[in-house]
């Protein structure tokens, strides 16, 4: 301890900083100092409120574009079933009826608007009588067919059909079609939208609740008015059913393996460095896994959502797996130690004591597997779940599982790759489906961790 | 209560560096230091004494106003540093702290370089007008830690690779090295062995010809060693003040005589 | 019996086992439970795993190696000259099996006898037309040698149906009966299930390693059979990316790689400081409310599915961006002729990167031991002197870490960039130009009608490869770093 009391004689004791004497005043370097650490604060609180902004952006672009899709525009025609041209024989032979194509329903559209127009005192002022009919979606033709053929009793009569306006009537009235934009376009002109317009004056056009979005099956490029997300909705949730059955069990015994029996050997250490590998493997890559393996391989059905739930159940177990071993580590070892002292073995231990009490935190990381399951799509582009127009809803369980279909993020890309902009609303509005359901699944998850959440 | 009645008495050739008067800390809803009024003298050692939780750490953190890192934490009353009171408005902490330097508990080396570990309050504070400067001021610091010839040789190696002991006496090497005019030590020798205690009690000694040290210790026999003046707090209130000689002989407290005794604590 | 009956009769013995089990080990403890070894349930449990374990694995196998055996058995009758190759030969075999199940249809349906069926030839019944008729349709008329091969075909399997059901059931009740017989009062029922238990959990935990072998198998595998089509050192080195199915491609992965790196650079451009300077005020100097509410909203980005952020790329952010720099952009810099472009997909993909950057450092940030900081504030510095030059310095390992798993999440993401980056694979330092990825090309080169087994198609594997092979890399590198830096403070 000798060298504290050495003088340092080269250096001036009296503080050369300059330094004020008070603590009253503040000097100028402090005044400096105080400004950065303003400004720092400043860039700080800009980084957050570009975060914040973003994500405010990114929902109302969901919002305002999506929201359109929750309703369409629909058109009440009073249209008269022509017996003559509907069952010539006249004796209501359902087979003869149903040899009638939808091509052969076309006049009585034409006829029914027709009817419409005058009937509100409106004037067709087409060039051509039966453009009239292009107000009128594609798909309605298909309505009346299958209600003649379901009552062909109404034969003959004049039934009020709702039927679907086409889309660049839909989008006229959503903001989207103006009468420039249709200069270029040869499905509608300016004048079917004056005609469109007097009609929603008088009531026989009207906007409601596209129910038909969310029920219903995808449509082919040309008739966006009556494309829904349904069929696909149903292939999520069938792949849901496959990550579920699979993923949970696997992972929890995993989990319970890992944490609990596993000795240190190079076996576990190879799973462990497999697991937290695996975590970070791009999705596409897993693609590449259920094409090569699940498909070519093991040729499993193309599209089938049980193959995609497979993909998305590997993809799914690292986050399971990495939560449940979180949950049963924070299960105090007093616990494990309480049953070993009553004699149970080390397997009646973990299934009676641990497993319920880490049950909780298990289920919260299964929905949040779940959720980003959902929302994962590249992988389902490479095993054929996109490109393929879900039409038809699955009839029954082993359809649902092995039959091609769609599911909802491939949907939503689907319409984004189509070139008609109507679709563009579409996949906006499948969004708001997609993430109201992530959306619920996390609330679920947040919710059931605060209703179990203990604290050692 | 008048538990400050004796330290009126004690000024006589010294000047009081500090002084609180009627000061209140508050965590949230928990009353930690009740009414404290103290005059701390310059170039001298004063111990805070007490058991654990009694306020005694808490109390050396409102001198330099550390207290406004922890948000729930307000304090009431007056602190007179060299007669201005650090909690007016229009002090800024940060050049209060250059004044009233700290020494931790554990240990806290940067995970920086020895030399960059001194010359870190230097160069924040603009102390050094060049590099030739900053050395003079990180061997002069490092001296006064009394580190300088153990460390003189490596002074680019990493600070975190030093012994506990080197560790501790560095950290005050650093806090020397703003040209303090008081050091507070919460506990400096808590985490140190027999050995190193030794070395940094010897170099609190020292340091008292140049500053004013408050050192608040669990130790009754490191406060007799050390200091000239002890504060026995308990419960959040200052019992006694005095001279350190007096406390530990001839306490005035019961409580006081209870602790030195070893009745509670 | 079909496999699905054997499966039912299996899981009926096996139940039959619990009980029968459960059962014999009372009678044997004079129905009390306390002579027992184990809990009379467990007696029941070694019943019913000794019927199920053995038979579901005798089936398992039974399942796979039928069908290879038939398939040799069968293409005995296939007369070598009717096939060129392997892939020629593959085909007719397709061919046997769609007629071979064509005729088990159409006896379903009664158009043909079981004898009908099995003796039927091509001469003297139209088979396409009967099958044709039963809703199977045949692409041409079946040749006489397929004919017989499917008939051979339908007999075999059915012969190897019938012992198939044979042997398992044999092998479920042997089960049974073994593990009846071992049941008394001191068989150590538990220890035994106990075991499968845990055998069943180390199969469970094997699992990861099997995914990784089969990412693996499946990218080598391709891999090496794309580099016997196409030369590996113009794969690597090439600077064109000019993929035609009619032959003649020109498959460089350069400039693939320049345009995952370039929007990978943006995203992390974007990511870093947004992230950063949020997870420091965050951690720092937000009061709790501002935490408590920015923190979790920050984290809604990050649970946003990728196709969202795709849709926002095409959709929103390209105009926005060509209403800015293009032609008749605001700026009148005319700049950007499309949507899609590099600095389009890397905005995209940074502000999806921001949650992930800066939960990453917040957590890093965190861990910095408290009392560095008192040591800084205590020397005078200001709040922002210490998080520069304490804090930051102190997490900088573990900062690192995150901006490479960030980087790895932006090399290997997809949707964004096969929707916002547009399709033209080009080297060009312009970033409102539209590039490619690696990710995206793997997309376009399977999704596309290309035969599997052309390099087009191949070539999928081989970007595969690459890229898991990187990220794999970056993470491992990443990993270590964080785990070191965590170990430093623990």
């Not at chain 1, 890992?258 to 695996?278: G, H, M």
């Not at chain 1, 809803?393 to 769609?406: C, E, H, R, V």
Request: with cysteine; proline share 5%.
């Amino acid at each position: 301890m000798t060298d504290a009391s050495i003088p340092s004689a080269s250096v001036p004791d009296g503080a050369p900083s300059g330094r004020s004497s008070s603590l009253l005043t503040l000097d100028g370097r402090v005044r400096r100092r105080n400004a950065a650490e303003r400004r720092f604060r400043m860039y700080g609180i800009g980084a957050v409120a570009i975060g914040l902004i973003f994500l405010a952006l990114l929902l109302v672009a969901i919002v305002r574009n999506g929201g359109p899709a929750f309703t369409q525009t629909f058109i009440t025609v009073p249209i008269e079933l022509v017996e003559a041209k509907l069952d010539k024989t006249g004796n209501r032979d359902l087979d003869e009826i149903k040899k009638v194509s939808t091509f052969g329903y076309k006049p009585l559209v034409v006829d029914g608007l027709s009817v419409l127009l005058t009937r509100n005192g409106i004037d067709n002022v087409l060039t051509k009588r039966k453009d009239i009919a292009k107000l009128i979606s594609a798909s309605a033709v298909g309505q009346i067919r299958d209600h003649v053929v379901a009552n062909p009793d109404q034969i003959g009569q004049t039934v009020e059909f709702r039927l679907l306006a086409s889309s660049r009537v839909d989008g006229y009235f959503k903001g989207r079609v103006s009468r420039e934009s249709l200069a270029r376009d040869k499905n509608l002109d300016a004048a079917h939208l004056d005609i469109a317009d007097a009609l929603m004056a008088r009531g026989a056009l009207d906007r409601a609740f596209n129910w038909n979005f969310i029920l219903g099956a995808d449509a082919s490029e040309s008739r966006p008015e009556q494309a829904g997300i349904g069929v696909s909705m149903l292939g999520s949730f069938f792949m849901m059913l496959v990550v579920l059955a699979l993923a949970l069990p696997i992972g929890v015994a995993t989990s319970i393996y890992l944490e609990e029996f596993a000795p240190q050997n190079r076996w576990t250490d190879l799973i462990e460095v497999n697991i937290s590998n695996l975590a970070a493997v791009p999705s596409i890559v897993f693609g590449i896994l259920g094409l090569a393996v699940f498909i070519q391989f093991a040729e499993l059905p193309q599209s089938a959502p049980l193959v995609g739930g497979l993909v998305l159940t590997l993809m799914t177990l690292p986050t399971i797996i990495i939560s449940t071993r979180a949950s049963l580590k924070a299960v105090p070892p007093s616990i494990r130690d309480a049953a070993l002292g009553v004699g149970a073995s080390k397997m009646q231990s973990v299934f009676h004591h641990v497993l319920p009490l880490a049950m909780p935190g298990i289920l919260t990381g299964t929905i949040i597997g779940l959720a980003q399951a959902l929302g994962e799509t590249a992988p389902l582009l490479l095993i054929g779940m996109v490109g393929y127009i879900a039409s038809n809803p699955p009839d029954g369980i082993a359809s649902g599982f092995l039959d091609p279909n769609s599911a909802m993020p491939a949907q939503i890309y689907e319409w984004a790759k189509r070139a008609d902009p109507a679709y563009y609303e579409r996949a906006w509005g499948g969004i708001i489906i997609l993430l109201l359901f992530l959306m619920s699944m996390n609330i679920i998850a947040i919710l059931l961790r605060r209703r179990f959440e203990r604290r050692w | 209560m008048y538990d400050t009645a004796v330290t009126e008495q004690t000024v006589d050739q010294t000047t009081t560096k500090i002084s609180a008067r009627n000061v209140q800390v508050h965590y949230a809803d928990t009353h930690a230091i009740r009414d404290v009024d103290v005059k701390i003298e310059d170039k001298t050692v004063t111990a805070f004494i007490g058991p654990s939780g009694c306020g005694k750490s808490t109390f050396l953190r409102t001198l330099n106003r550390m207290n406004d890192t922890i948000d729930i934490c307000r304090v009431q009353g007056e602190i007179l540093l060299d007669g201005e009171n650090i909690y007016d408005p229009k002090v800024d902490p940060v050049q209060l702290r250059a004044k009233v330097g700290m020494v931790f508990q554990k240990p806290n080396p940067f995970p920086k370089s020895i030399y960059d570990n001194i010359a870190y309050g230097p160069r924040i504070h603009g102390l050094a007008k060049n590099k030739a400067d900053l050395d003079v001021i990180v061997e002069k610091s490092l001296r006064r830690g009394a580190i300088w010839n153990e460390v003189k040789d490596r002074l680019h190696a990493p600070g975190t690779g030093l012994s506990g002991g080197q560790q501790q006496r560095l950290c005050i090497a650093r806090a020397v090295a703003t040209e303090p005019e008081v050091l507070l030590m919460d506990e400096p020798c808590s985490a140190l062995d027999p050995i190193a205690t030794g070395q940094v009690e010897e170099l609190i000694d020292e340091l008292r010809k140049n500053y004013c040290v408050v050192i608040v210790t669990h130790s009754m026999q490191q406060a007799a060693r050390v200091s000239q003046k002890t504060a026995f707090f308990h419960l959040g209130n200052l019992v006694e003040y005095g001279d350190t000689g007096e406390i530990f002989t001839n306490p005035i407290d019961p409580r006081t005589e209870s602790y030195i005794t070893g009745r509670i604590g | 019996m079909s496999p699905i009956w054997t499966l039912l009769f299996v899981v009926a013995l096996a139940a039959i086992g619990y009980g029968a089990g459960r059962a014999r080990a009372m009678r044997s403890a004079s129905g009390d439970i306390r002579n027992l070894h184990s809990l009379p349930s467990y007696y029941g449990a070694n019943a019913m795993l000794s019927v199920l374990v053995p038979a579901l694995a005798l089936m398992v196998i039974w399942l796979i190696v039928q069908p290879m055996f038939i398939e040799t058995r069968v293409q005995q009758h296939i007369p070598p000259q009717s096939y060129a190759d392997s892939g020629a030969l593959s085909l007719i075999m397709s061919d046997v099996r769609r007629v071979a199940d064509g005729l088990t249809v159409a006896v379903r349906e009664g158009v043909f006898s079981v004898d009908d069926a099995a003796g039927l030839n091509s001469q003297s019944t139209d088979i396409r037309a009967a099958l044709g008729s039963v809703g199977v349709a045949l692409g041409s008329d079946v040749e006489p040698y397929v004919l017989k091969a499917a008939q051979e075909y339908r007999a075999l399997s059915g012969t190897g149906q019938t012992l198939r059901s044979i042997a398992v059931l044999a092998l479920a009740l042997a089960g049974l009966i073994w593990s009846l017989r071992r049941t008394n009062r001191t068989f150590r029922a538990r220890n035994v299930v106990e075991r499968a238990l845990l055998a069943l959990l180390i199969m469970a935990a094997s699992i990861a390693v099997l995914t990784t072998l089969g990412i693996v198998l499946s990218l080598v595998f391709n891999t090496v059979e794309f580099f016997k089509l196409y030369p590996w050192t113009e794969f690597f080195f090439g600077l064109t990316w000019a993929p035609s199915f009619g032959g003649g491609s020109e498959l460089g992965i350069l400039p693939l790689f320049w345009g995952t790196f370039y929007i990978s650079l943006i995203a992390l451009a974007v990511a870093v400081p947004i992230g950063l300077f949020a997870a420091i005020y965050l951690s720092e100097y937000a009061s709790p409310a501002v935490r408590g509410f920015a923190k979790p909203m920050l984290e809604v980005l990050a649970g946003i599915p990728t196709i969202v952020y795709g849709l926002f790329a095409l959709l929103t952010v390209g105009p926005a961006l060509v209403a800015l720099f293009g032609r008749e952009g605001t700026l009148g810099l005319n700049w950007m002729s499309g949507g899609t472009a590099v600095m389009t997909a890397g905005l995209v993909m940074g502000i999806m990167l921001i949650p992930f950057i800066s939960s990453l450092s917040d957590d890093i940030i965190n861990s910095v031991p408290q009392s560095m900081r008192d040591g800084s504030l205590g020397l005078g510095a200001t709040k922002s002197e210490t998080i520069k030059q304490v804090v930051l310095p102190a997490a900088l390992p573990g900062i690192v870490g995150a901006i490479l798993l960030a980087a790895s999440r932006a090399i290997g993401e997809t949707m964004i960039v096969v929707l916002g980056a547009g399709a033209a694979a080009r080297l060009s330092m312009n970033p409102f130009e539209a590039m490619t990825t690696v990710t995206a090309k793997i997309v376009s080169q399977l999704t596309g009608d290309a035969d599997f087994a052309s390099p087009e198609a191949l070539v999928a594997f081989a970007l595969g490869m690459t890229l898991f092979v990187i990220t794999l890399c970056l993470n491992i590198f990443a990993l270590w770093i964080v785990r070191k830096y965590r170990e430093q403070y623990e």
